[in-house]
């Protein structure tokens, strides 16, 4: 059984893959809108990743005796002035889950839950890539700045970097 604090943990995390799944899912509706081919196919596959998560935490829940309930979500911002502004806001995203698994598995040492501290130490190493491949995209678009041309060719690029932090 988990305790109510760890299983209340484990609920928010719930939501906050559940919001990472919408809010990259609208990015992709964006890029796929703005002739970004290549990042729309990142995105559609970064969101059902994030979806993935989500339902690996409900299965735990359900797993451990406790019941997941499905969040209720706001709607994700939909309109972006660039690929460079998707790409910074999904980091902070990432940096954000980032520090709140972070606190989960702090949780989970404090109350000697070693099953739990277990299985969050997958998305530990999830977020370290999530956040390392955002990072090197944004220095690509960095390095791409206004050179439309490179641009072109590096939409391309990210259509196969999808699934790449897997
Ligand atoms: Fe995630
Ligand atoms: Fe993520």
Redesign the pocket.
Known sequence: MLSKNIEQLLQDQVKK?AS?SQTYLAMACWADTKGFEGAANFLYSHSDE?RE?MLKLIKFLNERGSQATVPALDAPKKDFSSLMEVFKSLLEHEII?TASINSIITACLQENDHLTNNFMQWYMT?QMEEEQLAQSIIGKLEMIGSDTSSLYLFDKELAGLAGAGN
């Open positions: 893959e990472s994030e998560h889950v999830e």
